[in-house]
């Protein structure tokens, strides 16, 4: 079985290149979310760098194919979820864990390490949330009316304005409620298809991330997000209705289940769309 790639974490270290460094905290709870792949050798053990004279550093990659490209020395790459590599990290005594992205890379020094390996950072533990009248959170909004029945999985998104607690970092977030297991492939489908076909971003937009949410085992983080004044768009799946909260409408109304979703009073072009 392939596993998908830890898109938020890409993400995040794609904007390194553009001079944006992602905080450690922000990583490992990209991390957290979605893990990484680590190469392993012939034998199936963990491959560390640069020998083992050395404090072992970890390395990973957001992408299995990723890695096969760029450490060639390696005898295939592992999907390691959070378990697996708070497991890595307390057994081997790992010094330094660095993570490699197509764009961009991130170094995570040891303390940082041990208090995540210690304390694991949950959904939503660094960040602020806050609502958004940004064009492109809106965009994202109305393209989720369109396009959220083509993922039964998904029952909820939340778009807001995030604020990373380390670092000041600010960008959009999704937050996406899914009915199945996490690294969720509807939640980065939807993400991948809002981006390629109805929202395209251009250098001076703001950055968009996205955490996948089970609707089971983030029962508690789900709630709260709920009463966060946030932009909802609810799907569900039995009667096809979508249904959007928002505080620009007064008294918001659930779109037809066999038609498009509302339009916003004021007409204004599709944001971005070619």
Known sequence: ???????????LLDRRAEGHEPAP???????????????????GAVLFLP??????????????????????????????????????????????????????????????????????????????????????????????????????????????????????EEHLMLHVAVDEDLPSASADRLLQTLLREEVKLGSHHPKVGMIALNTTTHAEHIDQLDHAGLDTVRHDVGSGQVRVISREYDDPKPAPADGAGPRPRAKRPWFGRS
């Open 51 to 168: 020998d083992d004279e050395q404090p072992p550093t970890l390395l990973g990659f957001t992408d299995a194919a990723l890695g096969t490209r760029l450490l060639p020395a390696a005898a295939g790459m592992v999907h390691c979820d959070l378990a697996r590599l708070r497991d890595i990290l307390e057994k081997t005594g790992v010094a330094v864990l660095g993570v490699r992205s197509g764009d961009g890379q991130a170094i995570i020094p040891e303390q940082a390490l041990r208090d995540w390996a210690t304390h694991g950072p949950g959904p939503g533990a660094e960040m602020t949330l806050s609502w958004s009248t940004d064009p492109v959170a809106v965009a994202l909004r109305d393209a989720l009316v369109r396009r959220i029945r083509e993922f039964p999985a998904v029952r909820s998104v939340w778009v807001a304005q995030v604020r990373w607690q380390a670092g000041g």
């Open 1 to 11: 079985m392939i596993e998908n790639p830890n898109v938020r974490l890409a993400d």
């Open 25 to 43: 905290q922000a990583v490992l709870a990209a991390l957290s979310e979605g893990g990484m792949f680590v190469p392993v050798t012939h034998a």
